[in-house]
């Protein structure tokens, strides 16, 4: 049963890296706003869940379903014109372009969906206020602090208005304080915009922040709120 409302909804994943089996039967679902964690050790297939829900990975067997369009279904081309309107990304070490401002990162997924230099900066900048790094805006990646960093990471994931902010390890480099700040920042700003969060962790702390924990082990999901 797929459940009513469902925004992404994956049903019997399937991957394997040559001899590796990565998802042996995953699904998973989220509606809109929700914030779901995708916990369990290492290995176990999280952040290949995270890639195929996204459509990074294709899987070789399974469905993914976003907004009921078949992703899998999608030409490589739909499928990149998606991520960028409809997804935004937060990974563990922020995947800042190191040459530009954190002004210049924020607005960069701006930018590549067409809005002009002014409008795409005064859009970051106020991303940046809102994620309190307001003062680092002119700042390169380098010259900043791994939290701070993070959260221009998580402004640039959210600048773009996404349905979906994918989330892998997002405080796995931080200590507790700032990776807990950058939770609060990051699941309030979701709760804004009504953006559905996916965030793969394997910290029960950082998971205390979703509506919804779902467990991966040995490539197959256990979901109590999804039955297949
Ligand atoms: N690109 C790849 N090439 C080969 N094997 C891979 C690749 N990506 C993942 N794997 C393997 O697939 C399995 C699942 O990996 P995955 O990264 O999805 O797990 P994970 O739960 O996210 O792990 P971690 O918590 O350590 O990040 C592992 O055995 C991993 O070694």
Redesign the pocket.
Known sequence: MIPAGSLLVAEDLHKS??R????DGASFSIHPGEVVAVL????????????CLAGIVPPESGTVRYAGRDLTALTDRERSALRRTEFGFVFQFGQLVPELTCTENVALPLRLAGVRRRAAEATAAQWLERLEVAGIGGQRPGEVSGGQGQRVAVARALVTSPRVVFA??PTGALDSYSGERVMELLTEAARTTNAAVVL?T?EPRVAAYSDREIV?RD?RTRDPDYAL
């Open positions: 890296y040559g590796t089996t990565a998802l369990g050790p290492s290995g176990s297939g999280k952040s290949t869940l995270l890639h892998d390890e793969v394997h991966v490539g």
